[in-house]
């Protein structure tokens, strides 16, 4: 089973979000596990103190070295070959193809900073720090939530059809294609003909088309590594503009 240990001063944040939905669905089927690790439960004595005043001044707090560390060795006792992630704003940027390479490892060590940070001498202790992006979190809890979660969806059996990450966003380069659900017409906006059709080869086709054109209209960096084939320079053209409302 693949395994998340994540450490933080604020464990419940991590197990509420994972009780719902598909993930919470997943645990229950054991597609993954979770620990949830109260990083406080390593400090030492009556008050059990994580954090301190940064050395040579200025505003915030400092997370402590030691119970972080202490944390840290834990698990990789419980979860030996599984990776020891930082969440940080200065890390390398988390993405789908880091998502897909984490979900072939044995399980996932994520560590949670508070406050202005952890103590910088925690570093020999992980394998590398990541960011979920440009901004600054009040914590690592919810960068955490998002690794794991968009790794477990990528494991097998988290999602109920296995086909279905096939043509998501990012997974062949592309953005996915628009999906439309019951009824066939809301406030005067009609389903696009073709998917009433029942014709599977040219609804894939029109999707394939309509995939490449949100490409190039909303991502000219992805399209960029984009190598278009003669049949999607066709599909391309054909592609009907249903996606220039995300223009800006
Ligand atoms: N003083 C730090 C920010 C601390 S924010 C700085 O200026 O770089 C507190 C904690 O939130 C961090 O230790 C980190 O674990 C988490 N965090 C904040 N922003 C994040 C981001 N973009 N990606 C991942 N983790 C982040």
Not at 22 to 37: D, S
Not at 91 to 120: K, S
Not at 169 to 183: A, D, I, K, V
Not at 216 to 237: T, V
Request: glycine residues 12%; aromatic residues 8%; negative net charge.
């Amino acid at each position: 089973m693949f395994d998340f240990s994540i450490l933080s001063l604020f464990p419940n944040l991590i197990e509420g979000y994972a009780q719902e939905s598909i993930l919470g669905r997943a645990l229950a089927q054991g597609v993954f596990g979770l620990h949830a690790v109260d990083i406080r439960a390593f400090a030492e004595g009556k008050h059990r103190v994580v954090d301190d005043v940064p050395y040579g001044g200025g505003a915030g707090m400092v997370m402590k070295a030691e119970p972080v560390v202490l944390a840290i060795e834990a698990s990789r006792r419980q979860f030996p070959g599984a990776p020891v992630w930082l969440m940080g704003p200065g890390g390398q940027r988390f993405g789908h193809g880091l998502a897909r390479q984490l979900a072939g490892g044995p399980g996932l060590i994520l560590v949670c900073g508070r406050y202005e940070g952890i103590d910088e001498r925690v570093r020999p202790y992980i394998d590398g720090e990541l960011s979920i992006g440009d901004y600054i979190l009040t914590g690592g809890e919810l960068a955490a939530l998002c690794v794991m979660d968009a790794v477990v969806r990528l494991l097998p059996r988290a999602l109920g059809n296995a086909e279905s990450t096939a043509s998501e966003s990012f997974e062949n380069g592309l953005l996915e294609y628009p999906h439309y659900t019951r009824p066939p017409v809301f406030r005067g906006a009609s389903v696009p003909q073709i998917l009433l059709s029942g014709n599977h080869a040219r609804i894939a086709a029109w999707r394939h088309g309509q995939s490449l054109r949100r490409t190039q209209a909303w991502r000219p960096d992805l399209w960029a590594q984009h190598k278009l084939s003669p049949e999607e320079e066709d599909l391309l053209e054909q592609a009907a503009d249903v996606c220039s409302s995300n223009e800006e």
